[in-house]
């Protein structure tokens, strides 16, 4: 067995710790197990990624568009009486809600 010095801040060993003796584990075991998880999965064993923002209409493939479009009819109110009007903002690719009083969402 070899030792590995790692550099944590304090906050996150003092916490790793507490939920670890709470579960009656070492701080070892818990950085164990999950170097031992990540060989078994051979990577990362959740998504590793960049944040990105939220995709706009004119972004959207053919399937995104058709799948954003039968969601929206599913989740749309059968008896709608929304006090605003979708517009589609042509700079942005958003959809708007404009509402009688002028304020946009």
Known sequence: MSTTSIRMDD????ETTRIASEMGLTLNAVINILVRKFNAE???FFPVRLETAEKTVFEL???EFQAACRKAVAERDTLPNMPYITRLDEETGK???VYPDGHVE
């Open 95 to 97: 959809i708007m809600k």
């Open 11 to 14: 906050e996150v060993r003092e």
């Open 61 to 63: 493939d053919s399937d």
């Open 42 to 44: 051979k990577g990362f």
